[in-house]
């Protein structure tokens, strides 16, 4: 029986201490697997660590990059600046050297200036003197003027109707307005009998003044003419004026150089043609005495 035991006893010891060496080594175990779960989560949080400064990072190259675009922009735009910094110099100079030599320019121009003045000064003075011998003219052409108007009234309101002759200044020249009845038929530029005794009479003041020029002009009304010897108003004009100029030169020796003829038309007419009695007052022939050019120029001559 006790040798039964020992057997037994030897078993039990043997099983107790491999249980415990067990034990002991799933203790061992343990201790490394929790050592190791506790390095996991370290690591875990490093990688995190590491994760949250690689976005860190990433982010702050993104914000660079975005800074070294601006900044790369603001330095072309400051060598755009100062691009066109040194084109407004140019321009500066430029300017500069044109003023410079402007001002260069204005002691010559300055003097210039001064040239002009005196001679407009002096220009002034002569075109006074001329304004005022040009008035005096004016005045001694208007009294000739008038002087003549008034003893062509005399001659002329002799036996004949106040109605049919005017005789009037106007500006510088005399001017003698005849009725058509007075010198033409109806429709006719051949000269009445009745005309010669006034153009004798103008003929008569004409040949006293040497330095008269006679322009004769011929209008009518606005009533159409076509004949088989005159085409229309213009045409019996111009024929009624160059009767009468024939009529002075051949009939009463005018001097055929100091006459002109001259045709107006139904146009220029002194009233309206709507009645017959306006129609009576264009139709009419107009005898213009002017001085001639050289003559009126010699009235500005102050020695003469």
Known sequence: MKSFQKPLF???VGALMTSCVAKKKFTELQSQYDKAQSDLVKCGDT?????????????????TETQRVAALSQVQQREQQINDLKDQIADLRSMR?????????????????????DKTLAQLAQKDRYINRLQAAKTKADSINLALAVNLTKVLSSGIDEQDIEVKVDKTVVMVNLSDKMLFRSGSYKITPNANTVLEKIAQIVKSR?????????YTDNVKINTDCID????????????????????FGIDPNKLIAAGRGEFNALTSNDTPDGRATNRRTRIILMPKLDQFYDLLNPDK
Do not use: C, H
């Open 10 to 12: 030897v078993l039990f």
């Open 47 to 63: 990688v995190q660590d590491y994760k949250t400064k690689l976005e860190a990072m990433s982010k702050t190259q993104q914000d």
């Open 97 to 117: 050297d044109k003023q410079m030599e402007q001002v260069g320019n204005l002691t010559v121009l300055s003097k210039a200036a001064n040239d002009n003045i």
């Open 210 to 218: 040497p330095e008269l020029e006679v322009m004769v002009e011929g």
């Open 232 to 251: 229309d108003n213009w045409d019996l004009s111009v024929k009624r004026s160059t009767s009468v100029v024939r009529a002075l030169q051949k009939d």
